[in-house]
Nanobody, 120 residues
Framework: QDPLVESGGGLVQPGGSLNLSCAAVNNVFGPNLMGWYREAPGQQRELVATITNVGGSDYGEFVKGRFIISRGSGSAKNTVYLEMRSLNPEHTAVYYC????????????WGRGTQVTDSS
């Protein structure tokens, strides 16, 4: 069973918006970091945005204020959301969810990836 389940990718018109979500299937222990990376054709995987279990976030330089990452609360605390706005062709890529431990527990998981494509 995949440890991370991603959803929300697809085709988007230029200037449009898209929301991604990723949920950890199993219990997550200790301090941790969840987030998104992307891999465009012919390019290396790069940071999109990450957020810790206590809400500290980080963004890739290309984001430029267009994306917002958040985590759920309560029973959804191990679900991460990415709101993407003002999309353009440079955002076309496969977006991968990532979860790793920041503490004593050993885990580091990647999702299968979800395609985001600008339709222009």
């Amino acid at each position: 069973q995949d440890p991370l389940v991603e959803s929300g990718g697809g085709l988007v018109q230029p200037g449009g918006s898209l929301n991604l979500s990723c949920a950890a299937v199993n219990n997550v222990f200790g301090p941790n970091l969840m987030g998104w990376y992307r891999e465009a054709p012919g390019q290396q995987r790069e940071l999109v945005a990450t957020i810790t279990n206590v809400g500290g976030s980080d963004y890739g330089e290309f984001v430029k204020g267009r994306f917002i990452i958040s985590r759920g609360s309560g029973s959804a605390k191990n679900t991460v959301y990415l709101e993407m706005r003002s999309l353009n062709p440079e955002h076309t890529a496969v977006y991968y969810c990532h979860l790793k431990s920041l503490g004593k527990y050993q885990y580091d998981y990647w999702g299968r990836g979800t395609q985001v494509t600008d339709s222009s």
